[in-house]
């Protein structure tokens, strides 16, 4: 008051402490005006006290109210950051600044304080048309968006926003809170679980999980193509309705193990099928461990071996028919050098070799005709070795092209084996062999025709030659070839005869179906 008199100048709005006589005090806002009369001199001063005690306590409560909640948010693991009415950022956590990778600046960066923004499908989103930005603008809460800040470095950050507006107590906006949850863990774990779960139901092989009761949990497309049942048939039940009851001991097995953490690789064993029918399959089963360490139960692969296995039997009999063609061969290899040494037809070693080389050829594509198609699994070849697919084999060296008129083959198809078709291939390769040399094959105009029929489970083939030379009875002398068709005749349960007649030989051959077939 004194100060005011003596300079002449009003106070405005200034604090003091009053103290009471009973030692109480009390904050009081002083507001002086000094009067002046006409001539400006100064002749007194009003001073109005007022009592803001209560008021300066309730800004202190608010104050220290204020420093606890930012000690708060500051605390929390989860970004949080508050703005005022008009977007500019007002305040923000640590776990804000780690988020966006930069620390915004204070009442000047808006909506959001990250570098960058991007919608989750990379589309760029400007500041003022993000969550907090429409919240603001909207005057309600923005939520289940996600958007990704990209930092400084060039990171990415995956969060869902929970902007709130404040509004004061007449509802007017007074700024607004912001909370981030980093999602980014959360959603490489999904695209994890998506991508494995793609797997499984695009696996040719069949992939089970089973509880450590044995009970079902997961079943994909492959185990329903493999066993039978469906997901719904299945999930729920125990394991056991697909192994047979001979192999019910396994389980308890297999269990010991995948509780002791161990992996089983490729266990070979037999399922029983909805149908009831078995399955050869090969098993790996692991160990499943949920988020600590710990064996919750088993995820079976099982894979169908049941061609494989087929095929391995096929190949055991392939073997087992080659070692037992190989060995037959080699003892008939012997037994025509054998009787060639000893033939009296055979004048030189010369004629002795050629004539091996051709029966040896002979018989080479004989077997040709009956080895297995190996380009379609060793499956045998489509058209099975026949008496007329033989003939065409055993005429081909001897003749111009397929369509050499001079040698004509007509008769149903009869099923050779493969037992038979050694002694059948060096029986008509003599009669051939014989008709290039003597009948009908040794002369431009001469001709063979071999026709057959079946009758009373026999077949019967006339072999008929013309335009050769003229011979009126049978040779004198019986060589190799003669020896060798009746030794493969009679091995063939056969019977043959022959007549020289003036235009040709013509010779008789009847043998059971039977032993050609096997």
């Known amino acids: 008051?004194?100060?005011?008199?003596?300079?002449?100048?009003?106070?405005?709005?200034?604090?003091?402490?009053?103290?009471?006589?009973?030692?109480?005090?009390?904050?009081?806002?002083?507001?002086?005006?000094?009067?002046?009369?006409?001539?400006?001199?100064?002749?007194?001063?009003?001073?109005?006290?007022?009592?803001?005690?209560?008021?300066?306590?309730?800004?202190?409560?608010?104050?220290?109210?204020?420093?606890?909640?930012?000690?708060?948010?500051?605390?929390?693991?989860?970004?949080?950051?508050?703005?005022d009415a008009a977007g500019r950022i007002t305040f923000y956590n640590e776990a804000a600044a780690d988020l966006w990778g930069v620390r915004p600046e204070l009442g000047k960066s808006e909506f959001c304080g990250s570098w960058k923004l991007y919608w989750p499908d990379g589309t760029p989103l400007p500041h003022d048309e993000c969550p907090m930005a429409q919240a603001l603008k909207d005057k309600r809460p923005n939520r289940g968006m996600e958007a990704v800040a990209e930092r400084p470095d060039g990171s990415r950050v995956r969060f869902?926003?929970?902007?709130?507006?404040?509004?004061?107590?007449?509802?007017?906006?007074?700024?607004?809170?912001?909370?981030?949850?980093?999602?980014?863990?959360?959603?490489?774990?999904?695209?994890?679980?998506?991508?494995?779960?793609?797997?499984?139901?695009?696996?040719?092989?069949?992939?089970?999980?089973?509880?450590?009761?044995?009970?079902?949990?997961?079943?994909?497309?492959?185990?329903?193509?493999?066993?039978?049942?469906?997901?719904?048939?299945?999930?729920?039940?125990?394991?056991?309705?697909?192994?047979?009851?001979?192999?019910?001991?396994?389980?308890?097995?297999?269990?010991?193990?995948?509780?002791?953490g161990e992996r089983v690789d490729h266990f070979e064993t037999i399922r029983r099928r909805k149908d009831g029918s078995l399955v050869e399959i090969s098993l790996t089963i692991s160990p499943l461990r949920n988020a600590q360490g710990k064996v919750i139960g088993a995820s079976k692969i099982a894979r169908d071996i049941t061609e494989r296995r087929q095929a391995e039997e096929q190949k055991r009999l392939l073997l087992r028919e080659m070692s037992h063609r190989v060995k037959n061969l080699f003892a008939l290899a012997g037994g025509l050098v054998s009787l060639s040494a000893r033939s009296r037809g055979a004048q030189t070693t010369e004629e002795i070799i050629g004539a091996l080389q051709k029966r040896l050829a002979a018989l080479a594509r004989a077997h040709e005709l009956t080895l297995p198609d190996l380009s379609k699994g060793g499956a045998r070849a489509d058209a099975p070795t026949t008496l007329g697919a033989l003939l065409q084999a055993i005429f081909r060296p001897f003749m111009a092209d397929d369509n050499d008129s001079r040698v004509v083959i007509a008769?149903?198809?009869?099923?050779?084996?493969?037992?038979?078709?050694?002694?059948?291939?060096?029986?008509?390769?003599?009669?051939?062999?014989?008709?290039?040399?003597?009948?009908?094959?040794?002369?431009?105009?001469?001709?063979?025709?071999?026709?057959?029929?079946?009758?009373?489970?026999?077949?019967?083939?006339?072999?008929?030659?013309?335009?050769?030379?003229?011979l009126d009875a049978e040779p004198e002398s019986n060589g190799f070839g003669g020896k060798l068709a009746q030794g493969m005749t009679a091995q063939l349960g056969a019977k043959m005869s022959r007549e020289w007649l003036p235009e040709g030989l013509t010779i008789r051959w009847t043998a059971p179906l039977e032993q050609l077939a096997k």
């Open 160 to 260: 869902m926003p929970y902007p709130e507006p404040l509004l004061d107590e007449n509802g007017v906006l007074i700024g607004g809170l912001n909370t981030l949850v980093d999602v980014s863990e959360l959603r490489r774990g999904e695209e994890k679980g998506f991508r494995l779960a793609s797997i499984v139901d695009s696996s040719h092989d069949a992939i089970v999980t089973k509880d450590l009761n044995g009970i079902i949990t997961s079943w994909n497309d492959s185990a329903e193509q493999l066993f039978g049942y469906t997901a719904e048939e299945v999930i729920g039940k125990p394991i056991t309705i697909l192994i047979p009851a001979d192999r019910s001991d396994e389980e308890p097995e297999i269990i010991a193990r995948i509780v002791r």
């Open 411 to 470: 008769g149903p198809e009869v099923p050779i084996g493969g037992n038979a078709v050694t002694s059948v291939a060096l029986l008509l390769h003599e009669f051939a062999t014989n008709a290039v040399k003597y009948g009908g094959l040794s002369s431009p105009t001469g001709d063979v025709h071999v026709k057959w029929t079946i009758a009373a489970d026999e077949v019967a083939l006339i072999w008929s030659e013309s335009g050769g030379a003229s």
């Open 1 to 83: 008051m004194a100060e005011a008199l003596q300079t002449g100048i009003p106070v405005r709005n200034q604090e003091v402490v009053v103290e009471r006589p009973d030692g109480g005090r009390a904050v009081a806002l002083v507001n002086i005006d000094v009067l002046k009369d006409s001539a400006g001199a100064i002749i007194g001063a009003i001073n109005c006290f007022q009592d803001v005690t209560e008021r300066r306590r309730d800004q202190a409560a608010l104050g220290q109210r204020e420093r606890k909640w930012r000690e708060v948010l500051q605390a929390l693991p989860v970004a949080v950051y508050m703005t």
